[in-house]
């Protein structure tokens, strides 16, 4: 999955859990929120797959109940 920085629209390129445009110098991280609640989510990644759950309702949303967006890191 790749995404255009908000602010100039280059490619993001992953560095670890963030994501750096090459072009305005900006660090991103990339937000859950549940479909349900409406509460930001927790990312759990391991063995290369990634899950999403939700403190608020104690249990993992699957991705097509979560909506993402890029937070800039300052």
């Known amino acids: 999955m790749s995404?255009?920085?908000?602010?100039?629209?280059?490619?993001l390129q992953a560095q670890?859990?963030?994501l750096h445009c090459p072009s305005c110098g900006h660090d991103f991280r990339l937000r859950?929120?549940?479909?349900?609640?409406?509460?930001?989510l927790e990312r759990l990644l391991a063995c290369g797959a990634s899950?999403?759950?939700?403190?608020?309702c104690n249990e993992l949303k699957s991705k097509s109940r979560v909506t993402t967006d890029l937070v800039r890191i300052d």
């Not at 995404?3 to 490619?11: T, W």
């Not at 859950?32 to 930001?40: I, K, L, V």
């Not at 899950?51 to 608020?56: D, G, I, K, L, S």
């Open 32 to 40: 859950g929120r549940c479909g349900d609640c409406g509460e930001e």
């Open 16 to 18: 670890g859990q963030r």
């Open 3 to 11: 995404f255009a920085c908000p602010d100039d629209a280059s490619l």
């Open 51 to 56: 899950n999403w759950f939700c403190n608020h």
